[in-house]
């Protein structure tokens, strides 16, 4: 069956409520399971733009679904299906969720996004120009704007409710989660980014950076959570056209970023529509990412 071209909301689906996020909507499904529905919904500068993107919640949801698969051997996840014809009957019955809701197990997240960068980007380019450091780490001095690390480097932040995650210190992880979890996160984070990297990398597309969100089911497991290695929490940049020292390239969302700033908005709410053509630049490059990363192309028709 074809996709619906967009969905902006999902609270007509009967069930509890639990959180509507700047992307997911997340429903209590009972028996210890979660509805997670990937909207079309984008933000940008933590605003929630008035313009959908076609398909983007199929994207994060097919995209989710392969890493899951593909990394399962690392460590385990809460994937119960991405199939909405094995989901409970009360669900099945919106087909406008197919493609884009997972049926997860229930977990009690840990409140931090562990964050992996292997070039020089974003916050960590900005900390660096600052004092020559990434989240308190000396990196070499001389580096250029989105250049490759020596190695991979774990910056965990915290996980904020609204606004901006904060990047925190080793130590402050520790605080969080206890010493022992945070060493089993930081190690299997690095397990999942260097493995995720060089597959991608073969395939034309570099992760620069992604977070991933892990959480314990109610018998202790580490479980990865939330969506993994998507455009919406990696950077992907196209690996033919990567040259240090500029912005690059890329298949997720840094394209509306870099419209956005071109215009007179203060990055406060409310945040100003999308050109048609920007918006479908944008589906576009989602949906390029998923046809590179998994080689074939996204059934939308």
Aim: charged share 30%.
């Amino acid at each position: 069956m074809a996709l619906a071209t967009t969905l902006s909301d999902s609270t007509f689906t009967g069930l509890p409520l639990l959180h509507k996020g700047k992307v997911r909507d997340v429903y209590d499904a009972g028996d210890d399971m979660l509805l997670l529905v990937a909207t079309d919904r984008l933000s940008a500068f933590d605003c929630v733009l008035p313009t959908p993107i076609k398909y983007k919640g199929a994207v994060l949801t097919a995209l989710s679904t392969f890493w899951f698969k593909r990394l399962e051997h690392i460590v385990p996840n809460h994937l119960i299906t991405a199939e909405l014809d094995e989901m409970p009957e009360d669900i099945r019955n919106h087909e406008v969720l197919r493609g884009r809701s997972m049926l997860v197990k229930r977990t009690k997240v840990f409140p931090v996004e562990c964050v992996v960068r292997g070039y020089l980007e974003g916050s960590g380019w900005k900390d660096y120009l600052v004092d020559g450091t990434v989240c308190g780490r000396e990196l070499p001095p001389g580096l250029k704007h989105c250049d490759k690390l020596l190695s991979p480097i774990f910056t965990p932040a915290t996980k904020a409710a609204t606004g901006h995650d904060e990047n925190i210190t080793q130590v402050e992880f520790m605080q969080a989660v206890g010493h022992d979890t945070a060493a089993e996160l930081k190690s299997i984070s690095k397990q999942l980014y260097t493995e995720a990297s060089e597959y991608a990398l073969e395939r034309g597309i570099i992760i620069a950076d992604t977070k991933f969100e892990f959480g314990e089911d109610k018998d202790g497991n580490v479980l990865l959570i939330d969506e993994v290695l998507t455009p919406d929490s990696s950077r992907f940049w196209d690996a033919e056209k990567y040259e240090p020292g500029h912005k690059q390239p890329s298949f997720d969302k840094q394209f509306v970023r870099e419209y956005l700033e071109t215009l007179d908005w203060n990055k406060q709410p409310p945040a100003p529509p999308l050109p048609f053509e920007v918006a479908e630049a944008t589906s576009e490059r989602y949906l390029k990412a998923y046809e590179l990363l998994t080689g074939e192309k996204l059934k939308v028709d």
